[in-house]
Nanobody, 118 residues
């Protein structure tokens, strides 16, 4: 069974930065990709960024492109999300997710709150 645990959320002023981390565990953990999603109050969960585990290829939502950076550390089984130039509209619970083949993300963390004040 795969377990994902996020950390690094918090309260920051607009224009500030945060770094989120996600630690994955599981005896046979070998994802195809890992991703970050977020859910703002009253809104549906939305995709933020993903990275393929083998090649390290990245893809971002237009709303975060140029501000957020996703990276993985294969040796440590971790994925991070660097959030720069934060805006109040980035306020959300951020979730880490993983899949074992191209397709739906089946494994999810519990989420970490990011709050950006204006």
């Amino acid at each position: 069974q795969v377990q994902l645990v996020e950390s690094g959320g918090g309260l920051v002023q607009a224009g500030g930065s945060l770094r989120l981390s996600c630690a994955a565990s599981g005896r046979t953990f070998s994802p195809f990709s890992m991703a970050w999603f977020r859910q703002a109050p009253g809104k549906e969960r939305e995709f933020v960024a993903r990275v393929t585990w083998s090649a390290g290829s990245t893809f971002y939502a237009d709303s975060v492109k140029g501000r957020f950076t996703i990276a993985r550390d294969n040796a440590k089984n971790t994925v991070s999300l660097q959030l720069n130039s934060l805006k109040p509209e980035d306020t959300a619970v951020f979730y880490c997710a993983a899949n074992t083949k191209s397709g739906p993300y089946l494994y999810w963390g519990q989420g970490t709150q990011v709050t950006v004040s204006s």
